[in-house]
C-alpha cells in the first residue's frame, strides 16, 4: 500500500527554484575527500531518476585508480588542442583561458555508461527511439547533481573526452556508452552565475 502523498508547500517551491538557480557546473574543487557514504548516498537518490520502459539503464562507475584517471586527462588534452583548433581571434584567446575540468583537483570521479545491452524493461518505448536509453541517463545524471547540491558538493560535467578511449581505459564493455565524465567534490566557491557567463563565453 502507497504512503500518503507529500504536499509541497510555497515554501519548498521558492527553495526548489533556488535548488535550480545554484546547480552550477563546477570546475574549481578543493581537494578535501568527501565523507564516507556521501557518494553512496547520491548514487542511490539518482537512482530513483525515471527511465524508459524502467530500464534503469545507468551504469556509475567511480574511478579511483590513478592510471586511468591519468588516461582521461590525456584524452582530455588531445580534444582540448583540436577544439581550440576550431577558434580564432578573440574567441580563441578566450578558450584557452577557460578553466574546463577539474580532473586533477577533485577527489571524486564518476564515469556514466549507458548500458545498450541491457534486457531490462524489454524494449518498452525504445523501439522508435532508442536514444531514449541515453536520455533516461541523462536525467538520473541531473537528479545525482541536484542531489550533490542539496549537499553542499559540487558536480562538474566533463565532455571534451573520447568516448570510445575512456571505455577501453576503464574495461567497460563494449555495449556501454559513455555520456558522461563527473568530477565531484567540495567547490572553492559558489555562485549562482555559470562560469562560462562569468568568464564572457556566453551571456
Given at each position: 500500500?502507497?504512503?500518503?502523498p ?18 552550477r557546473?563546477v570546475?574549481?574543487f578543493r581537494?578535501?575527500?568527501l565523507?564516507?557514504?556521501v ?16 530500464s534503469?539503464?545507468w551504469r556509475f ?9 591519468e588516461?582521461?586527462?590525456a584524452?582530455?588534452?588531445?580534444c ?13 584567446r578566450?578558450?584557452?583561458?577557460l578553466?574546463?575540468?577539474?580532473l ?22 525504445r ?7 541515453d536520455?533516461?541517463?541523462?536525467a ?6 541536484l542531489?550533490a547540491?542539496?549537499?553542499g558538493?559540487g ?16 574495461g ?11 568530477c ?7 555562485s ?6 562569468k568568464?564572457?563565453?556566453?551571456r
Open positions: 500500500m502507497s504512503g500518503t507529500p504536499v509541497f508547500d510555497a515554501a519548498f517551491a521558492d527553495r526548489f527554484a533556488e535548488l535550480l538557480a545554484w546547480r557546473d570546475r574549481r581537494r578535501d575527500p565523507p564516507d557514504g557518494v553512496e548516498r547520491l548514487l542511490a537518490q539518482a537512482a530513483l531518476s525515471p527511465s524508459v520502459g524502467y534503469q539503464p562507475m567511480q574511478v579511483n585508480d590513478e592510471t586511468q584517471r588516461a582521461v586527462r584524452s582530455f588534452q588531445r582540448n588542442v583540436d577544439a581550440l583548433a576550431d577558434y580564432e581571434g578573440e574567441r580563441a578566450l578558450y584557452a583561458s578553466k574546463l575540468e577539474g586533477r583537483e577533485a577527489p571524486e570521479q564518476i564515469a556514466v555508461f549507458c548500458d545498450h545491452g541491457t534486457e531490462k524493461g524489454h524494449g518498452l518505448g523501439k522508435t527511439m532508442p536514444e531514449m536509453l536520455y533516461s541517463v541523462v538520473a545524471i541531473t537528479q545525482f547533481w542531489a547540491r542539496v549537499a558538493v558536480v562538474g560535467w566533463v565532455s571534451i573526452l573520447e568516448p570510445e578511449v575512456v571505455r577501453e581505459a576503464l567497460a564493455p563494449p555495449a556501454w556508452k559513455l555520456i558522461s565524465w563527473l565531484v567534490g567540495y567547490p572553492e566557491e559558489e549562482e552565475t555559470p562560469e562560462l557567463v568568464a564572457g563565453w556566453e
